[in-house]
C-alpha cells in the first residue's frame, strides 16, 4: 500500500514522547531517539519499513521547516553589540580550524576534497539544539542566545559553502556569489516590503480579524514565504533549506513581538512542525542510515571517532569566545558541545560529494555515522551542564556581557 511506510515512520515519532515519559530519568532528546528508531526499523536492521518517495518528499519538507523554525528563533536583538561580535570571533575560529582539519586529513591521504569536508564539519543541527536549550530553559539566557547565534552562523555558512563550491550546476563560485547577493537583495526588500505592509491600518486589522479563523491567515501567508524563498534559492541554484532558514529569519524581523502580541501564532507553527514534519526528517534519517557501508571495511570505522573529534574540534572548540559575556566554564562545554552536534548538513554533503566524486562511500558513511554520535552524545553530555548552570543561576544574578 502507498502509505503504509508513512504510517509507520508516523506512528514512531507520535510513539516517541511516550517511550521517553516512561523514562524520565534518561535525559534522552526525543529527535535522538527517533533516529534510532528509524536505523532499528529501517533495512539496516528489522527492514520493516522503507523510505519510499513519499516518506522521503515529507523528509525534505521536514528538514526546510526545522531550518525555519531554526531561523525563527533568531533574537537579533539578543545578538547586536558584544554578542554580535562574540559570534563572529566564535565563526571565524571554525572555518580556520575547519579549513586546517580538511587540508591536514587531505595531506595524509585521509580525504578526498579538504574543502567538502570542512564545509561539512562547519555546520550545527540548529533544528536539534532548539528543542533542548528550549527543555532546559536556557533559550532566553546568554547561554542559550549566544549557542543558538554560534550554531545559526555554522549552519548558514556551511549551506552557502556548500551551494557556492559543490553544485551539480554548471556556474562557478564567482557567479554563484552574485546570485548570493541577489537573493540577499531581495530578502531586503521583502523586509522592507513586509515592514511597510504591517503598517497599515486596513492590512493589519485584516490579518488579526483571520489570524485564529479557519482562515489561518498568519499561517497561510509564513508557509507562502517559506516555499517561496525556498523555490528562490533553489532556482538560484542554492539548497532550499537556505531558503527555509532566511524565511525564518524574516518573519522574526517583521515580527519581533509575535510571542507577546499573538502567542498562538508560534505555537500553530510549532505544533506543525515539531507535531509533524520534523519527526519524519529524523526518522528517516535513522531509515536511511548505511550501516552496510560503515561496517564494510574497519578502516572505515576507525574514522568515526576521528571526524568526531574534528567535529568537536571545529564547532565545540571556538565556544572560548564567549567566555567574555559572562558565560560559566558548564555553560561554555555546553555551548560548545551542542554547537558540535550535527547532522543534516552532513547528509546533505556527502549526498552531493558522493554524487560529484568528491568523497569516497567509506568516507561518506563514516562523516555521518559520526554526525551520528554527535547526536546522541553530545546532547546528552551537554543537558547535566545547562541543568547545573541553570542551578547556579538561581542562587545569584547573571553577569551582564556589556
Given at each position: 500500500?502507498?502509505?503504509?511506510?508513512?504510517?509507520?515512520?508516523?506512528?514512531?515519532?507520535?510513539?516517541?514522547?511516550?517511550?521517553?515519559?516512561?523514562?524520565?530519568?534518561?535525559?534522552?532528546?526525543?529527535?535522538?531517539?527517533?533516529?534510532?528508531?528509524?536505523?532499528?526499523?529501517?533495512?539496516?536492521?528489522?527492514?520493516?519499513?522503507?523510505?519510499?518517495?513519499?516518506?522521503?518528499?515529507?523528509?525534505?519538507?521536514?528538514?526546510?521547516?526545522?531550518?525555519?523554525?531554526?531561523?525563527?528563533?533568531?533574537?537579533?536583538?539578543?545578538?547586536?553589540?558584544?554578542?554580535?561580535?562574540?559570534?563572529?570571533?566564535?565563526?571565524?575560529?571554525?572555518?580556520?580550524?575547519?579549513?586546517?582539519?580538511?587540508?591536514?586529513?587531505?595531506?595524509?591521504?585521509?580525504?578526498?576534497?579538504?574543502l567538502?569536508?570542512?564545509?561539512?564539519?562547519?555546520?550545527?543541527?540548529?533544528?536539534?539544539?532548539?528543542?533542548?536549550?528550549?527543555?532546559?530553559?536556557?533559550?532566553?539566557?546568554?547561554?542559550?542566545?549566544?549557542?543558538?547565534?554560534?550554531?545559526?552562523?555554522?549552519?548558514?555558512?556551511?549551506?552557502?559553502?556548500?551551494?557556492l563550491f559543490f553544485s551539480e550546476h554548471s556556474s562557478g563560485p564567482?557567479?554563484?556569489?552574485?546570485?548570493?547577493?541577489?537573493?540577499?537583495?531581495?530578502?531586503?526588500?521583502?523586509?522592507?516590503?513586509?515592514?511597510?505592509?504591517?503598517?497599515?491600518?486596513?492590512?493589519?486589522?485584516a490579518v488579526v480579524k483571520l489570524a485564529d479563523t479557519s482562515a489561518q491567515v498568519r499561517v497561510r501567508l509564513t508557509m507562502a514565504?517559506?516555499?517561496?524563498?525556498?523555490?528562490?534559492?533553489?532556482?538560484?541554484?542554492?539548497?532550499?533549506i537556505l531558503g527555509a532558514f532566511i524565511a525564518g529569519a524574516v518573519l522574526r524581523l517583521v515580527d519581533p513581538d509575535a510571542e507577546r502580541t499573538h502567542?498562538?501564532?508560534?505555537?500553530?507553527?510549532?505544533?506543525?512542525?515539531?507535531?509533524?514534519l520534523v519527526p519524519v526528517f529524523f526518522v528517516t534519517s535513522g531509515i536511511q542510515f548505511d550501516v552496510g557501508a560503515l561496517?564494510?571495511?574497519a578502516g572505515t570505522v576507525l574514522r568515526v571517532p576521528m571526524f568526531l573529534a574534528a567535529l568537536l574540534l571545529v564547532r565545540g572548540l571556538p565556544a572560548l569566545a564567549y567566555r567574555s559575556a559572562g558565560l560559566s566554564r558548564a555553560e561554555i562545554m555546553a555551548s560548545g558541545l551542542l554547537q558540535a552536534t550535527s547532522l543534516p548538513v552532513i547528509v546533505a554533503a556527502t549526498t552531493i560529494g558522493l554524487k560529484l566524486d568528491a568523497i569516497r562511500p567509506a568516507n561518506a558513511a563514516a562523516l555521518v555515522a559520526a554526525g551520528l554520535l554527535s547526536v546522541v552524545v553530545f546532547p546528552l553530555t551537554a543537558l547535566p551542564l545547562l541543568n547545573r548552570s541553570r542551578t547556579s543561576a538561581s542562587t545569584g544574578p547573571e553577569k551582564d556581557p556589556d
Open positions: 500500500m502507498p502509505y503504509d511506510n508513512l504510517v509507520i515512520v508516523l506512528a514512531v515519532s507520535a510513539g516517541v514522547p511516550f517511550l521517553l515519559a516512561v523514562m524520565p530519568r534518561v535525559p534522552l532528546p526525543g529527535p535522538v531517539l527517533e533516529i534510532v528508531a528509524g536505523i532499528v526499523l529501517g533495512p539496516a536492521v528489522l527492514n520493516v519499513v522503507q523510505p519510499d518517495a513519499t516518506v522521503q518528499a515529507l523528509s525534505i519538507i521536514g528538514l526546510s521547516f526545522l531550518l525555519f523554525l531554526a531561523g525563527l528563533e533568531i533574537d537579533f536583538q539578543h545578538l547586536r553589540g558584544p554578542w554580535a561580535r562574540l559570534v563572529g570571533m566564535g565563526l571565524a575560529g571554525t572555518l580556520a580550524l575547519a579549513a586546517t582539519i580538511g587540508w591536514v586529513l587531505h595531506i595524509a591521504g585521509l580525504v578526498e576534497s579538504p567538502l569536508i570542512g564545509t561539512a564539519l562547519v555546520a550545527t543541527s540548529l533544528g536539534l539544539l532548539v528543542p533542548i536549550l528550549k527543555d532546559a530553559d536556557a533559550v532566553d539566557r546568554p547561554v542559550g542566545q549566544l549557542t543558538i547565534g554560534g550554531g545559526s552562523a555554522g549552519e548558514i555558512s556551511a549551506v552557502v559553502l556548500l551551494s564567482a557567479s554563484r556569489l552574485l546570485l548570493l547577493l541577489g537573493l540577499a537583495c531581495l530578502v531586503a526588500l521583502i523586509v522592507v516590503a513586509s515592514m511597510r505592509a504591517g503598517r497599515s491600518m486596513w492590512l493589519s486589522g514565504l517559506i516555499v517561496g524563498l525556498s523555490a528562490v534559492a533553489l532556482h538560484l541554484g542554492f539548497e532550499a502567542p498562538q501564532f508560534h505555537v500553530k507553527l510549532e505544533g506543525l512542525g515539531y507535531g509533524f561496517f564494510a571495511d
